[in-house]
């Protein structure tokens, strides 16, 4: 029976997936490592925790009639306290992270009514597509391509934030789109349909025949407020709407002055004048100007109406030939694995250069560089590959 290879446990493995292609694309001998040795890392880094309990509580909010999903979140990130966790700079420590998971959650509350993610039995999470790559080969039928899809859900084919398509009767009455979750410290491309161009997304499109894709984007950013930081706002205020972003033009202590753009804010300083040395006029008069023009055009919110975490949604339409490359490019990777496991061949392709610099990768410092410390503190080696490891997420940030 063909099969990619032999897990520890003498069970011959059948399945492959997107994540599991990255690892071998990045080094056969990772692969090797985690796939058939069960070299595993901790689940200890805060940004994979924090992911997953946000995704968690977006489905709780659907499965709940829209209610309780903000002490949800609560709930599920109040178990990692006091535990030993890696946090970024960015994530700083637990409390930061509490603070600006329990703010996605609200703005995904706020913002939820106006994605075409509709409540109900139309959003059905976690959904498992597998597709036989070889069908009929002697060498590869049967070894599935799988995906593990965040959210498989039915829209109204019109919706505006979908990509605009000649929507047919026979088509049905809901359009299917696929929803990939991700938290990140970057933010996704603004431009219309980029998602229909990720990798994971083409190949989930291949894998369940759905061609409307998109990326639901958690931007995490710093906690606090100052002159030129984007905000979002998580309830309306003035003429502002849940989800519209605005940037901070002053902060009196817990109240925030907010102008549309960095525009508005260069519109200020204009008229609040500068001195012969092109420098901030200080007079009272110069003072005056500004804050005439603040309160002319700018709006004073509370900090509670406001986040500096982002949302971001960018729809795509996946054609078929973009799908049918994906197929290729798993086809590819399971000749290539077949073919390690047959030969015994797992090459460290590691490298410490543009446009491989691996060094900051764990397996490359745990196993090429052979830090034992940094071994024992970050790997854990299973008995078992499960199935659920075929989906583990590529690191976002």
Known sequence: MPHLYVNSKGKPWTSHSYSAGCLYDKSASAYYLQKILGWHERDNKARFLFGKAFEES?????????EGAEDDFLKRWEVHKGKEIN?????KNWETCRKMGHDLIRLYVAMQPSLPIPLGGRSVFQRTYSKEVFPGDENYGGIEDAGKLDIVCYADPEHPRLPKMAWRPEYGTYRPLIVDIKTSAVDF??????????????????????????????????????????????EP?????????????????????VFKSDFMLEEMDR?????????????KEGEERGQEFLHKFGLKVHSNFLTRQRLQFNAGHVSQQSADEAGKIA???????VNSWKNNDWPNTFGIRFPRDDRNDSYFRAFVLKDENFKNQN????????????????DEQ
């Not at 946090?87 to 994530?91: A, C, I, N, R, V």
């Open 58 to 66: 977006i489905q709780y909010h659907h499965e709940h009639n829209g």
């Open 87 to 91: 946090y970024t700079t960015l994530e």
């Open 189 to 234: 491309p603004e431009q219309p349909g980029m998602a229909a161009f990720d990798a994971q997304l083409r190949r989930y499109s291949w894998q369940s025949g759905i061609r409307d894709v998109c990326l639901l984007w958690g931007k995490k950013s710093g906690l606090g407020y100052k002159r030129g930081y984007s905000v979002t706002f998580i």
């Open 237 to 257: 205020a003035g003429q502002y709407a849940a989800g519209e972003e605005a940037v901070v033009a002053q902060v009196d202590g817990e109240d925030i002055w």
């Open 271 to 283: 008229a609040h004048g500068k001195n012969a040395k092109g420098k901030t006029d200080q007079t």
């Open 331 to 337: 086809a590819r990777q399971i000749v290539q694995i």
């Open 379 to 394: 790997f854990v080696k299973s008995d078992e590959e499960s199935f659920d490891s075929l989906f583990e997420e590529e």
